[in-house]
T-cell receptor
Framework: AQTVTQSQPEMSVQEAETVTLSCTYD???????LFWYKQPPSRQMILVIRQEAYKQQNATENRFSVNFQKAAKSFSLKISDSQLGDTAMYFC????????????FGTGTRLTIIP | DTEVTQTPKHLVMGMTNKKSLKCEQHMGHRAMYWYKQKAKKPPELMFVYSYEKLSINESVPSRFSPECPNSSLLNLHLHALQPEDSALYLCASSQEQSVLPNYGYTFGSGTRLTVV
């Protein structure tokens, strides 16, 4: 079974600053995908960024980037030039490549961007 | 169309009522999911449908009854619910697991259910 841990229940940062959300996971799988989802007060879970475990290059999507350390089983999310619209709950999630359709979520980090 | 549409957005029901939640997607995804989410908690998986067949039931009480009439529709039938079943119910869809690469799940905006 896989577990995903987010050790920061809440974080806040000034607008335009950079913030890093941490995520660690435990698995015996070698092939898998990792995701960061954002859930604003509007409730919809929105995919922010994804990482394929066999790719060493860290994924980036505009202001969002990850630091993927496969050996350490770490998958942190960096948000640059933070904006008020980034205020949301952020969930790290794990999905094996084969055989298991379950998406395992971490407990989430509530991020508040302060004007 | 890149959306998962859930209706209704809000639902209040009594413990003796029967109601249904509806989820629809037109992205050609062959896997669909129901999740339950309590406030400030991550979503908890309830059911998985793959190619319109139930593939995972996470030991959900029988007062929740899923149905997948076709590849685009997913329903959740509710009967004799308890107040502790009040939660946000999220539907999601994805490509079937064997299709790579994995682009993750697309979620709907959920149904906020209150049982009184």
């Amino acid at each position: 079974a896989q577990t995903v841990t987010q050790s920061q229940p809440e974080m806040s940062v000034q607008e335009a600053e950079t913030v890093t959300l941490s995520c660690t996971y435990d698995t015996s799988e070698n092939n898998y995908y990792l995701f960061w989802y954002k859930q604003p007060p509007s409730r919809q879970m929105i995919l922010v960024i994804r990482q394929e475990a066999y790719k060493q290059q860290n994924a980036t999507e505009n202001r969002f980037s990850v630091n993927f350390q496969k050996a350490a089983k770490s998958f942190s999310l960096k948000i640059s030039d933070s904006q008020l619209g980034d205020t949301a709950m952020y969930f790290c999630a794990f999905n094996p490549t084969f055989g298991n359709e379950k998406l395992t979520f971490g407990t989430g980090t509530r991020l508040t961007i302060i004007p | 169309d890149t959306e998962v549409t859930q209706t209704p957005k809000h639902l209040v029901m009594g413990m003796t009522n029967k109601k249904s939640l509806k989820c629809e997607q037109h992205m050609g995804h062959r896997a669909m999911y129901w999740y339950k989410q309590k406030a400030k908690k991550p979503p908890e998986l309830m059911f998985v449908y793959s190619y319109e067949k139930l593939s995972i039931n996470e030991s959900v009480p029988s007062r929740f009854s899923p149905e997948c009439p076709n590849s685009s529709l997913l329903n959740l039938h509710l009967h004799a619910l308890q107040p502790e079943d009040s939660a946000l119910y999220l539907c999601a869809s994805s490509q079937e697991q064997s299709v790579l690469p994995n682009y993750g799940y697309t979620f709907g905006s959920g149904t906020r259910l209150t049982v009184v």
